[in-house]
């Protein structure tokens, strides 16, 4: 269709027309400028303009007409219809000139091209005034040219000229009062008619194409244009036609189709991206898989020079237009290039791009058409291929493999890689000069292996047969090599050979490693018979071993049995010896509270210091025994150090005093004041150290210093020091000093007393909280001993970690509390410690009267010894809490003298709710009693003669018990209510004999 026709294209559809004619298109910036011109149109305005084709009406015309004749171009456009208008004097002064407008229709309608036609008329007799009836003498020239025709509005024909009967082969006289419309194919009356059937004074021309068929069968076709004759009234009268022959227009149209066709086939067949440059308008054109080979739409991307500008990869840009220059100006025959694009996803695309340009008749290239194959996978192949190919190489170097490849004929070699030349100990062109030959190769061959190497060689060349073989060679600097060749024969079609090829290897490691394992697998035969003897051998120390099991087994069960037996017989004896202790050193304690001459006094004193030195091997037996069982853990709670500090310094310092030496301790750093740590454990090895400080110690003074050091994740390192002016340690005893029963010699432990087992506990428990314990000292020079351990800074806060009794919140009082004991002592004494305390004390002697009291009386709290003759504590215990109602809730205390690991749990596990060891703790005792029965409100005051709960002298260590232990329950019993326990216990024993 001429309105996507190319310039050229349209220049050659129109030179064929009679008239003069061009067409002018509107450009993107909204000007027009002309694009094709036949002959007769720039015969016309070549002389007065120049040339008209790639100019634009302001380049031409004066500013006046310039305009005016765009605007009518414009109109044009937006009309959709032809317009007609007369031109005085453009070409002589006596002449008009008739210009036709049509415009160029695109197949979806739009129109951005128009043509005209000019048709010179003379001034006196304009076309429309002509009388069309006249002679065809007095019709001019210029009118012959055309076919002209007149008919009514209902088509009856009323003139033709005699062009028009020549053109259609037809006499006047049969056209002449026939209607037109019925001599013209049917397919085209109804178009005909509706062109016509619009005209209006307004609009007057009608245009349209009809198609005729000839005599001969030749097909014509006519471009007609209809003028409308209307009277004054607005009737219309008559139509004036004229018509021009525009088969050859139609002709080209059709060859411009079918050739536009066979291009589009041709490109989707192709798959090419199709650009189209002209240079004469500065148009440039991609076709839909130029820009889908991109990744765009048809319509993404304008048809400019500048995206092909923004497509190209920048680095080829520059590479682009030079290709274009050089091939326009002729400095390279042909435009081929492969140019790197960017994809619309980001991508590169390689782009093979191929062109051809157009030159006019002076040589300047006009037009440049160019076809794009998107190359990419080609490239990725190629990419892969290559690296490919280098892996192949660097793989065939690594297994040392060679390519060669010879002329049978001429006996030379023809190409052969680095690693043939290596293996002969020579570069390549080294090899192609010095061997070069079968014959030379044959000279390198191992004399032992020549003879068979020749053999295989003329054998398979004969043949033309593949051969494999292996043979040794030497090497340009005498190395003897295994080498493995691999080739075959290509023979001519006479069956001759003529060429070889094939593969050398290096294969002297292999050999080698191979000849390496031969000899390791005969050491290996002989290992093996070694083997097989070593297996008799262990077969038969694993018989002696499986009996040694058995015996192992059995000794295991034995020792399992005896450790068992151990723990058992700890806990009785625990059990036993704790029992009376308690109630001797209670007993004794309120014996001490009573009026006693000096030597009753000093005999009570000596008793009860008796007492709790036993107590005291006791509890080191006990923790030594749980350390050593690995049943020993650390329980870390926040605390005050100086309070720990303080309350081994309050214990001690009445043997310190008595002795005459000084005890102190220093004021711990401001940042060591509270930490987190097992406060018990620690009060324990200072208890240790300090209280061998006094005792070897016996004149001057012990003291106690501590300071504080940082670690990293947040804890810090407590270092502590004790140190004495005593008698010394000699280096010989120092090695040992911190292993069990063991002192600095024997004399010690029978002046000063003790197990031995105190520094051995302090090492343990120093190591269970990450840290290390040592001494300095020397005979007579006093000693250091020094410990750390690992914990965490705490915030201040009020101390409730049992180091005295000024902080405990008493029990309430009132409480009416189930004694479960069978030790009339102990009986006793627990009894007074109750009553001291404001509660109502009932005494059972074993579990079933427990069981029987609770069910009849609704007690407040229950202390249950755990060992009792009929029924323990632990059974009694599950049995109150089987039973219905609140009495199986009521709290249950166990006191036991077994202080064994694990035993805590057992009890709990029974449904007891907590656990005081014997001897009783009164600081522990109440702290229990508070936390399951509730404390006294703060500031009740205690009854006339009871010591209030902040009187309460400080506790001893749980590891160590003292005096204070007792004292907290006894500090105000007179001699009256001794006397009254002692005759009550009297009483009992009394009747107990006279009931045996």
Same mark, same amino acid.
């Given at each position: 269709?001429?309105?996507?026709?190319?310039?050229?294209?349209?220049?050659?559809?129109?030179?064929?027309?009679?008239?003069?004619?061009? #067409?002018?298109?509107?450009?993107?910036?909204?000007?027009?400028?002309?694009?094709?011109?036949?002959?007769?149109?720039?015969?016309?305005?070549?002389?007065?303009?120049?040339? +008209?084709?790639?100019?634009?009406?302001?380049?031409?015309?004066?500013?006046?007409?310039?305009?005016?004749?765009?605007?009518?171009?414009?109109?044009?456009?937006?009309?959709?219809?032809?317009?007609?208008?007369?031109?005085?004097?453009?070409?002589?002064?006596?002449? +008009?000139?008739?210009?036709?407008?049509?415009?160029?229709?695109?197949?979806?309608?739009?129109?951005?091209?128009?043509?005209?036609?000019?048709?010179?008329?003379?001034?006196?007799?304009?076309?429309?005034?002509?009388?069309?009836?006249?002679?065809?003498?007095?019709?001019?020239?210029?009118?012959?040219?055309?076919?002209?025709?007149?008919?009514?509005?209902?088509?009856?024909?009323?003139?033709?000229?005699?062009?028009?009967?020549?053109?259609?082969?037809?006499?006047?006289?049969?056209?002449?009062?026939?209607?037109? +419309?019925?001599?013209?194919?049917?397919?085209?009356?109804?178009?005909?008619?509706?062109?016509?059937?619009?005209?209006?004074?307004?609009?007057?021309?009608?245009?349209?194409?009809?198609?005729?068929?000839?005599?001969?069968?030749?097909?014509?076709?006519?471009?007609?244009?209809?003028?409308?004759?209307?009277?004054?009234?607005?009737?219309?009268?008559?139509?004036?036609?004229? @018509?021009?022959?525009?088969?050859?227009?139609?002709?080209?149209?059709?060859?411009?189709?079918?050739?536009?066709?066979?291009?589009?086939?041709?490109?989707?067949?192709?798959?090419?991206?199709?650009?189209?440059?002209?240079?004469?308008?500065?148009?440039?054109?991609?076709?839909?898989?130029?820009?889908?080979?991109?990744?765009?739409?048809?319509?993404?991307?304008? %048809?400019?020079?500048?995206?092909?500008?923004? #497509?190209?990869?920048?680095?080829?840009?520059?590479?682009?237009?030079?290709?274009?220059?050089?091939?326009?100006?002729?400095?390279?025959?042909?435009?081929?290039?492969?140019?790197?694009?960017?994809?619309?996803?980001?991508?590169?695309?390689? +782009?093979?791009?191929?062109?051809?340009?157009?030159?006019?008749?002076?040589?300047?290239?006009?037009?440049?058409?160019?076809?794009?194959?998107?190359?990419?996978?080609?490239?990725?192949?190629?990419?892969?291929?290559?690296?490919?190919?280098?892996?192949?190489?660097?793989?065939?170097?690594?297994?040392?493999?060679?390519?060669?490849?010879?002329?049978?004929? %001429?006996?030379?070699?023809?190409?052969?890689?680095?690693?043939?030349?290596?293996?002969? @100990?020579?570069?390549?062109?080294?090899?192609?000069?010095?061997?070069?030959?079968?014959?030379?190769?044959?000279?390198?061959?191992?004399?032992?292996?020549?003879?068979?190497?020749?053999?295989?060689?003329?054998?398979?060349?004969?043949?033309?047969?593949?051969?494999?073989?292996?043979?040794?060679?030497?090497?340009?600097?005498?190395?003897?090599?295994?080498?493995?060749?691999?080739?075959?024969?290509?023979?001519?079609?006479?069956?001759?050979?003529?060429?070889?090829?094939?593969?050398?290897?290096?294969?002297?490691?292999?050999?080698?490693?191979?000849?390496?394992?031969?000899?390791?697998?005969?050491?290996?035969?002989?290992?093996?018979?070694?083997?097989?003897?070593?297996?008799?051998?262990?077969?038969?120390?694993?018989?002696?071993?499986?009996?040694?099991?058995?015996?192992?087994?059995?000794?295991?069960?034995?020792?399992?049995?005896?450790?068992?037996?151990?723990?058992?017989?700890?806990?009785?004896?625990?059990?036993?010896?704790?029992?009376?202790?308690?109630?001797?050193?209670?007993?004794?304690?309120?014996?001490?509270?009573?009026?006693?001459?000096?030597?009753?006094?000093?005999?009570?004193?000596?008793?009860?210091?008796?007492?709790?030195?036993?107590?005291?091997?006791?509890?080191?037996?006990?923790?030594?025994?749980?350390?050593?069982? @690995?049943?020993?853990?650390?329980?870390?709670?926040?605390?005050?150090?100086?309070?720990?500090?303080?309350?081994?310094?309050?214990?001690?310092?009445?043997?310190?005093?008595?002795?005459?030496?000084?005890?102190?301790?220093?004021?711990?750093?401001?940042?060591?004041?509270?930490?987190?740590?097992?406060?018990?454990?620690?009060?324990?090895?200072?208890?240790?150290? #300090?209280?061998?400080?006094?005792?070897?110690?016996?004149?001057?003074?012990?003291?106690?210093?501590?300071?504080?050091?940082?670690?990293?994740?947040?804890?810090?390192?407590?270092?502590?020091? !004790?140190?004495?002016?005593?008698?010394?340690?000699?280096?010989?005893?120092?090695?040992?000093?911190?292993?069990?029963?063991?002192?600095?010699?024997?004399?010690?432990?029978?002046?000063?007393?003790?197990?031995?087992?105190?520094?051995?506990?302090?090492?343990?428990?120093?190591?269970?909280?990450?840290?290390?314990?040592?001494?300095?000292?020397?005979?007579?020079?006093?000693?250091?001993?020094?410990?750390? !351990?690992?914990?965490?800074?705490?915030?201040?806060?009020?101390?409730?970690?049992?180091?005295?009794?000024?902080?405990?919140?008493?029990?309430?009082?009132?409480?009416?509390?189930?004694?479960?004991?069978?030790?009339?002592?102990?009986?006793?004494?627990?009894?007074?410690?109750?009553?001291?305390?404001?509660?109502?004390?009932?005494?059972?002697?074993?579990?079933?009267?427990?069981?029987?009291?609770?069910?009849?009386?609704?007690?407040?709290?229950?202390?249950?010894?755990?060992?009792?003759?009929?029924?323990?504590?632990i059974a009694a215990s599950q049995a109150i809490r089987r039973l219905p109602g609140d009495v199986r809730r009521i709290p249950i205390i166990a006191l036991t003298a077994n202080a064994m690991a694990g035993q805590r749990e057992e009890y709990i596990e029974a449904g007891m709710d907590d656990y005081v060891s014997k001897p009783i703790d009164m600081a522990q005792l109440m702290g229990a009693m508070t936390r399951l029965c509730g404390g006294e409100e703060s500031g009740e005051a205690a009854p006339d003669g009871e010591?209030?709960?902040d009187a309460t002298p400080p506790a001893a260590s749980p590891a160590a018990a003292s005096p204070a232990a007792v004292d907290a329950g006894a500090a105000d019993t007179g001699s009256e209510e001794l006397s009254a326990l002692i005759d009550e216990i009297d009483q009992q024993k009394s009747a107990q004999a006279k009931s045996a």
């Open positions: 269709m001429l309105a996507e026709a190319t310039a050229t294209e349209l220049t050659a559809a129109i030179e064929s027309l009679g008239v003069a004619t061009f #067409v002018v298109e509107a450009q993107p910036d909204g000007h027009f400028r002309y694009i094709a011109a036949n002959r007769l149109e720039l015969e016309i305005c070549g002389a007065r303009y120049g040339h +008209i084709v790639g100019r634009r009406p302001e380049e031409l015309f004066a500013p006046e007409e310039a305009q005016r004749f765009i605007a009518e171009y414009r109109e044009c456009l937006k009309s959709r219809h032809a317009i007609e208008r007369d031109l005085a004097g453009l070409v002589a002064d006596d002449m +008009i000139t008739r210009t036709t407008l049509t415009p160029l229709l695109a197949a979806d309608g739009s129109a951005r091209r128009v043509m005209g036609m000019h048709r010179m008329v003379t001034v006196a007799a304009p076309l429309e005034r002509i009388d069309l009836n006249a002679s065809a003498s007095r019709v001019s020239a210029e009118d012959q040219m055309e076919l002209a025709m007149r008919f009514l509005p209902d088509t009856t024909v009323t003139y033709v000229n005699d062009r028009y009967c020549r053109y259609f082969g037809k006499p006047r006289e049969a056209l002449i009062g026939k209607r037109f +419309i019925d001599y013209i194919a049917q397919d085209q009356r109804a178009h005909v008619l509706r062109e016509i059937g619009v005209v209006t004074p307004a609009r007057p021309l009608a245009e349209y194409m009809l198609r005729s068929v000839f005599r001969d069968g030749r097909v014509g076709w006519q471009l007609w244009r209809d003028r409308g004759i209307f009277n004054d009234a607005g009737q219309l009268l008559e139509f004036r036609s004229v @018509g021009v022959d525009v088969t050859r227009v139609k002709e080209l149209e059709d060859e411009l189709r079918k050739s536009e066709e066979r291009f589009s086939l041709a490109v989707q067949g192709s798959n090419d991206g199709i650009w189209d440059w002209n240079f004469v308008t500065g148009e440039i054109w991609f076709s839909p898989r130029w820009k889908e080979m991109l990744g765009y739409g048809p319509d993404e991307l304008p %048809d400019n020079l500048e995206t092909w500008h923004s #497509v190209l990869h920048p680095g080829d840009a520059q590479v682009a237009l030079k290709l274009v220059a050089d091939y326009n100006a002729g400095r390279t025959e042909r435009f081929l290039a492969t140019l790197r694009h960017r994809h619309k996803d980001g991508s590169t695309r390689y +782009i093979l791009s191929r062109a051809i340009n157009k030159r006019d008749a002076t040589g300047r290239v006009t037009r440049i058409v160019g076809a794009n194959t998107d190359i990419t996978e080609i490239k990725q192949r190629e990419q892969e291929l290559t690296d490919l190919q280098k892996l192949l190489s660097r793989g065939a170097q690594l297994a040392k493999l060679g390519y060669w490849a010879w002329d049978e004929a %001429d006996d030379r070699c023809l190409y052969c890689t680095d690693e043939v030349a290596r293996l002969h @100990g020579l570069t390549v062109e080294e090899y192609y000069n010095v061997v070069g030959t079968n014959v030379n190769v044959a000279q390198r061959v191992h004399p032992e292996d020549r003879q068979r190497y020749v053999d295989v060689i003329n054998s398979s060349r004969a043949a033309c047969r593949p051969y494999d073989m292996e043979f040794r060679l030497y090497r340009r600097d005498g190395e003897l090599v295994y080498a493995r060749e691999v080739g075959e024969f290509i023979p001519d079609e006479n069956g001759r050979a003529v060429r070889s090829v094939g593969i050398t290897q290096d294969v002297t490691a292999f050999r080698l490693q191979q000849e390496a394992m031969r000899a390791e697998e005969a050491r290996l035969q002989d290992y093996v018979i070694e083997l097989e003897q070593a297996k008799s051998r262990l077969e038969s120390q694993g018989k002696e071993l499986a009996s040694l099991a058995e015996d192992l087994a059995l000794a295991k069960t034995k020792a399992e049995a005896a450790s068992r037996s151990k723990s058992e017989f700890l806990a009785m004896m625990s059990h036993e010896i704790r029992t009376p202790m308690n109630g001797l050193i209670g007993m004794t304690g309120l014996l001490l509270d009573t009026d006693l001459t000096d030597e009753q006094s000093h005999y009570a004193q000596t008793v009860r210091e008796s007492a709790e030195a036993l107590l005291s091997i006791i509890n080191d037996i006990l923790d030594f025994s749980k350390l050593e069982a @690995g049943r020993m853990r650390i329980d870390p709670v926040d605390f005050e150090l100086d309070r720990v500090i303080d309350s081994v310094v309050t214990l001690l310092s009445p043997r310190a005093a008595a002795k005459g030496i000084a005890l102190k301790a220093q004021p711990s750093p401001k940042e060591a004041q509270w930490l987190r740590g097992d406060a018990g454990r620690l009060r324990q090895i200072f208890f240790n150290l #300090v209280g061998n400080a006094v005792k070897f110690t016996e004149k001057g003074s012990v003291t106690i210093a501590t300071r504080l050091q940082r670690l990293d994740g947040g804890d810090v390192e407590l270092y502590a020091e !004790v140190i004495d002016t005593g008698i010394g340690i000699p280096d010989a005893a120092q090695a040992n000093l911190f292993t069990r029963f063991t002192q600095a010699d024997s004399s010690t432990s029978r002046k000063y007393g003790g197990t031995g087992l105190g520094l051995a506990i302090c090492k343990q428990l120093v190591d269970l909280m990450g840290g290390e314990i040592g001494l300095d000292s020397g005979s007579d020079k006093g000693s250091r001993f020094w410990f750390t !351990v690992r914990c965490q800074t705490a915030k201040p806060q009020r101390s409730a970690d049992g180091l005295g009794l000024a902080d405990l919140q008493r029990p309430r009082r009132g409480l009416r509390i189930l004694v479960a004991e069978d030790n009339q002592v102990n009986q006793l004494l627990v009894s007074a410690l109750l009553r001291r305390l404001g509660c109502q004390v009932d005494l059972v002697c074993n579990g079933l009267e427990a069981i029987s009291a609770v069910q009849r009386i609704p007690y407040d709290l229950i202390l249950m010894d755990v060992q009792m003759p009929e029924m323990d504590g010591t209030p709960a």
